[in-house]
């Protein structure tokens, strides 16, 4: 049996180091390596970059370094405005890219192929509340959010 090392790159922000999305990333590689039931001949090895928040351009740069070394994917930035750069590239070079941010990427999506966001897109909790208001026959809602955009 030939066993395999697969390259993950990951791009943080400079203020997400050590940050929950980081140490989840981080546990989810171990996990899988782990369990060996998963990918049984593959070890999974990371390569963390970080980044400036409102840098796009480094921001490319790096995910173009990490291709250049071998990555099979790239996990993030989750600022909305670096990570259509990484995905812009990504998309270029037939690379999936992982995202973990609120921002949907578009509810068409074409043409992003190579992109998933893990985070329920918009229409998707707009239908899931319009359905549950309707089961259970309200006449009167409160929506209380957060937007992480206003603060950027």
């Not at 996990?31 to 001949?41: F, G, K, Q, V």
């Not at 070079?93 to 578009?106: C, F, K, S, Y």
């Amino acid at each position: 049996i030939k066993l395999f090392n697969s390259f993950l790159g990951a791009l943080f922000t400079e203020d997400e180091k050590n940050s929950q999305t980081e140490l989840a990333f981080k546990y989810a590689v171990y996990r899988i390596n782990r369990d060996r039931t998963i990918l049984p001949n593959t070890t999974l090895i990371y390569d963390i970059q970080y980044i400036p928040h409102d840098d796009s351009f480094h921001a490319v740069k790096k995910a173009c370094s990490q291709v250049q070394s071998g990555v099979v994917a790239i996990f993030g930035p989750q600022d909305p405005l670096l990570g259509i750069h990484v995905q812009s590239l990504c998309d270029a070079l037939d690379i999936p890219h992982v995202e973990a941010r609120l921002q949907n990427l578009g509810e068409n999506n074409h043409g992003k192929e190579f992109s998933i966001n893990l985070h329920p897109g918009t229409a998707a909790i707009s239908d899931s509340l319009r359905e549950l208001i309707v089961y259970l026959n309200w006449t009167k809602v409160a929506v209380i959010y957060e937007d992480d955009m206003l603060d950027k």
